[in-house]
């Protein structure tokens, strides 16, 4: 099966398929195994250490840290894919038809759009929209979508016009074949390599800036748990108290990241044209 | 040349767009500036007549394209407004903060640079040895775990094992050199050890490619020394595509500060900018913003002149 010779190919990236799925069926199934109630206050119960009735012990007000850590993995796990798939679809698409149309009004517009776009650092685009857009989770998945499309823009176009350059593209022309045609039948289908490519490398960066805004509080406001809330909480007020708080979400984050990295990585291996035959 | 040209043109026309945006965002807003100083932080009660009047006073019910205009044109001047949350000159929240975050972002890139080349020189030499496992795994963390996590982790470790404080206010730099960089120097070097491995991959590939070189079988068939073969031959051009790498990484180091300043209470841009998205503060924001984008730009042209300027082939055209 195509899975098993991926497993033997790319150690490394099955690996971090298998930290992915980790992370996927915690965001999945934390309604089922969550054992309390992620926002409930367990008076009297504050700053308790790992282990006991609370396994991974509680925070500031009494909160479970597991159930919290659960919750907290379908937010970040729905934004930082919801924004990837959003934001490198559009971009990309918009990408392969600018790259098409290369030199055209369409082309050159978006350009300059692009451009103006990426004169801001990924972070403070995504901070400056998740702010302006309010602090919710759709307007956090706004907010990254919009910070990577140009840059998916920028890598499909590239794409595109090496595509368009190719020999069978000009034979296809001079028996006649539509513009369309072209488009979607011998241009499209080689720019669905590098779309898979900065897709998936992508995510493991969109959960990093999700949880880099929660942490400077422009994510979902408390009670509501992101991983990124839970580590700025902890941080600014008790970390010497309850060094627990610190390092179990930043646990979560890395390791997510990291599956996520490897498997871009993986992907990238195999799909990237010019590391093919080696 | 005219690739320069060009660019430099570019250049406004990139920096007027990119204010639009900022423009355009910070205006669909809910909830305005005028709201902001009335409820005092959600606390005072206003009568929509006083409401009027504010925003009367700071020109806020003129149309928005009259006041981009006016706005633009201030800019021009280099009048950057008056904050008006804050009720201080946007300059003075400038000078305040910039000189810090600038400092920091600096500091960190310089130890970018000297961790990840180094880092990636040797994990190249030494390709396939223990010391390039060992520090694989060292890259890859550094990429996967959150620079404020491991921010966090060393506060945690240095309240812990030395019962350390993070400091309230900075020391200026012409003041007291020694205590201000004794400050600065963990965040930075946090910052600048998740920029070093990046920059330590590209350099471990391009070294890699480098090391494959003919020229370079030469260097050691004549009996030169690693080291000298490394450092007379091979690092020139292995560091071409890092360095730019490392100059177009600077916009992101920058934001990077900025969230670091949070944990290690460094009064820089940081605070002031997220405060000021918080309220609303248009002036501020924007100023701040175009700011920063106009920091992006230009160090991005000075990277593409030094790459036109160090990469030999194009040199000598």
Same mark, same amino acid.
């Given at each position: ?278 | ?113 000297? /961790? &990840?080349?180094?880092?990636? +020189? %040797?994990? =190249? ?8 496992? @060992? !520090? #694989? ?53 946090? /910052? &600048?050890?998740?920029?070093? +491995? %990046?920059? =330590? ?8 490619? @480098? !090391? #494959? ?54 009064? &820089? ?6 405060? =000021? ?41």
């Amino acid at each position: 099966m195509a899975v098993g010779s991926f497993a033997r190919r790319k150690p490394l990236g099955f690996f971090g398929a298998l930290l992915i799925m980790a992370s996927v069926s915690a965001a999945l199934l934390a309604p089922i195994i969550a054992p309390h109630d992620p926002v409930e206050i367990f008076f009297g119960k504050e700053f308790r250490a790992p282990g006991g009735e609370f396994l991974l012990g509680t925070d500031k007000y009494g909160r479970d840290v597991l159930s919290r850590l659960l919750y907290g993995a379908r937010i970040s796990l729905s934004v930082g894919l919801a924004s990837v798939a959003l934001g490198a679809t559009v971009g990309s698409f918009i990408g392969v038809l600018s790259g098409f149309l290369a030199g055209s009004t369409f082309d050159t517009m978006f350009q300059r759009l692009v451009d103006a776009l990426m004169a801001f650092p990924t972070l403070i685009l995504a901070l400056i929209l998740s702010v302006a857009l309010g602090a919710s989770v759709g307007s956090v998945i706004t907010a990254i979508s919009l910070s990577f499309a140009p840059q998916a823009l920028r890598v499909l176009r590239s794409a595109a016009i090496s595509a368009r350059e190719a020999q069978y593209v000009e034979a296809a022309r001079a028996i006649g074949c539509t513009t369309p045609r072209v488009f979607f039948l011998h241009v499209l289908p080689q720019c669905v390599a590098p779309y898979l490519i900065i897709g998936t490398a992508m995510l493991g960066q969109a959960i990093t800036i999700e949880s880099a805004i929660s942490f400077v509080g422009a994510g979902p406001p408390p009670p509501t748990a992101t991983w990124g809330n839970m580590l700025a909480e902890a941080v600014r007020h008790y970390a010497e108290r309850a060094p627990w708080l610190v390092i179990l979400p930043g646990l979560a984050i890395s390791l997510t990241v990291y599956g996520f990295n490897l498997l871009g990585d993986a992907v990238r291996d195999v799909l990237d044209p010019r590391l093919r035959g080696h | 040349m005219s690739y320069i040209v060009r660019r430099l043109f570019l250049l406004p026309v990139t920096l007027i767009l990119a204010s639009i945006l900022i423009f355009g965002v910070l205006r669909i807003l809910p909830g305005d500036v005028a709201q902001a100083i009335l409820s005092q932080g959600g606390e005072g009660r206003y009568t929509e007549q006083e409401y009027q009047a504010l925003r009367q006073q700071l020109g806020l019910d003129r149309p928005l394209y009259v006041q981009y205009a006016s706005w633009l044109w201030d800019m021009v001047r280099l009048d950057l407004g008056t904050s008006m949350y804050l009720k201080t000159p946007v300059v003075k929240e400038l000078a305040r903060g910039l000189p810090l975050t600038f400092e920091l972002a600096l500091i960190a890139w310089l130890f970018s640079m000297a /961790i &990840g080349i180094t880092m990636g +020189v %040797i994990t =190249a030499v030494r390709q396939d040895t223990w010391v390039d496992y @060992v !520090l #694989r795994i060292v890259t890859i963390s550094g990429v996967a775990m959150p620079a404020y996590w491991t921010g966090s982790l060393v506060i945690l470790l240095l309240m812990v094992a030395f019962a350390w404080l993070p400091p309230v206010g900075v020391v200026p730099l012409w003041q007291d050199p020694w205590a201000n960089l004794q400050q600065f120097i963990f965040p930075a070097l946090i /910052i &600048g050890f998740h920029q070093a +491995v %990046i920059i =330590a991959r590209m350099t471990r590939s391009t070294m890699l490619e @480098v !090391l #494959r070189q003919d020229y370079m079988r030469t260097a050691w068939a004549k009996g030169l020394g690693l080291v000298t073969g490394v450092r007379r031959h091979a690092l020139k051009n292995a560091l071409i595509p890092v360095v730019t790498l490392s100059g177009y990484q600077f916009g992101n180091l920058m934001a990077g500060a900025l969230v670091m300043e949070f944990i290690f209470t460094i009064p &820089g841009l940081g605070r002031t900018l997220f405060e =000021a998205i918080n309220v609303r503060d248009y002036p501020l924001v924007q100023a701040l913003v175009v700011f920063t984008a106009l920091i992006f730009v230009v160090s991005n042209l000075l990277v593409d002149i030094a790459y036109g300027w160090l990469n030999p082939k194009v040199r000598y055209r």
